[in-house]
């Protein structure tokens, strides 16, 4: 480059380097001082900024450490910002003697939330480490050792029992324990469904047919505690189906579950499947008699509902049925 043409390109440079300086832009240099990050994180939690605090709080930890407050207050907006799960890993990293009780309890609730519950058994094992009074959390961990380690439930359940809330659940739970020889974790599964603990119903269900079964029925009363909570229960109720094609309770459940899809000809079906193979259950017929009403066949549903009552021997539960039956088809 010619000397004219470098004295030319000098004065571009300078502008370059020396208007935003004429102008007053900030400079950067090893004097300035560094924001304080505990400020800003203070400061936007004041005015309502979660996603920026919580920025602040990993921010402040990868400088200065994770202490047992921090942990606790990215835990808070972590829960604030509806993401449970990383409140959980904040706050599990709080070591023991400098977690609250009501966060422990909290850190129990999510974990219970989240149907993750190896999590809960041992949300629940610090918890009453604290607080051993505690009903909620005594209840919740009998029932997760019944269904694993049964020998372990008594304690908790009778001490639960002791609340109004969990009594009877609990001393149902006390003598499936104390009669049952084998498959208890269905059992105990059934025992739940029958309460209406769809949650904890699956989690027993599953338990049962990874052990000792029997599987199909197993998979079909998961199946079943699924489509109570609003989730899919079609992929495992096709797997029992496939394992037990020629049992009664299999398609009994599958019926359920189908009626529950709002698939009635594929419900009736399958009640007529599981009337066939135990013919002497109650039960089954008249759920098929049920079957048949949905679909208006009253003919066959009345036949059904009849059988129903005559294998029961009476009983006044399929007999209600019956005239419930009658009520809603016969003329005014």
């Known amino acids: 480059?010619?000397?004219?043409?470098?004295?030319?390109?000098?004065?571009v440079l300078a502008l370059l380097v020396f208007i935003p300086l004429a102008l007053g832009f900030p400079r950067q240099s090893a004097d300035s001082p560094q924001p304080d990050v505990r400020q800003q994180l203070t400061d936007n939690l004041r005015r309502g900024r979660p996603v920026q605090a919580l920025f602040q709080a990993e921010r402040l930890?990868?400088?200065t450490g994770w202490t047992p407050e921090l942990l606790r207050t990215a835990g808070e907006i972590a829960y604030q910002l509806g993401d449970h799960a990383r409140a959980a890993a904040?706050?599990?990293?709080i070591p023991a003697d400098a977690m609250p009780l009501t966060l422990l309890r909290q850190l129990a609730g999510i974990h219970y939330e989240m149907q993750d519950w190896p999590k809960l058994a041992a949300a629940l094992d610090r918890l009453l480490a604290a607080a051993p009074d505690d009903r909620w959390a005594r209840f919740n961990r009998g029932w997760l050792l019944a269904v694993s380690q049964p020998e372990a439930a008594p304690p908790h359940l009778q001490a639960a029992g002791h609340d109004p809330l969990y009594h009877d659940m609990a001393f149902d739970l006390l003598s499936v324990i104390q009669t049952t020889r084998t498959h208890l974790p269905m059992q105990v599964g059934i025992t739940l469904a029958q309460r209406g603990l769809w949650p904890e119903a699956e989690y027993a269900f599953n338990q049962a047919a990874?052990?000792?079964?029997?599987?199909?029925?197993?998979?079909?009363?998961?199946?079943?505690?699924?489509?109570?909570?609003?989730?899919?229960g079609q992929t495992v109720m096709?797997?029992?189906?496939?394992?037990?094609?020629?049992?009664a309770l299999v398609r009994f459940l599958q019926g359920l579950h189908l009626?529950?899809?709002?698939?009635?000809?594929?419900?009736l079906e399958a009640f007529q499947l599981a009337a066939a193979l135990?013919?002497?259950?109650?039960?089954?017929?008249?759920?098929l008699g049920t079957a048949y009403h949905l679909t208006d066949d009253v003919q066959q549903a009345e036949s059904w509902f009849k059988r129903a009552v005559t294998l029961s021997g009476g009983d006044a539960r399929f007999q209600q049925l019956l005239e419930a039956f009658y009520a809603q088809t016969l003329p005014k």
């Open 1 to 11: 480059m010619s000397k004219r043409r470098l004295w030319r390109a000098v004065p």
């Open 61 to 63: 930890a990868a400088e």
């Open 90 to 93: 904040y706050w599990e990293a």
């Open 210 to 232: 990874a052990g000792d079964g029997p599987q199909a029925e197993a998979l079909a009363y998961s199946a079943l505690a699924r489509d109570q909570q609003g989730k899919d």
């Open 238 to 247: 096709q797997h029992a189906v496939m394992l037990g094609p020629q049992n």
């Open 259 to 267: 009626r529950l899809r709002h698939d009635l000809p594929g419900s």
């Open 278 to 287: 135990d013919p002497v259950n109650p039960a089954y017929a008249a759920e």
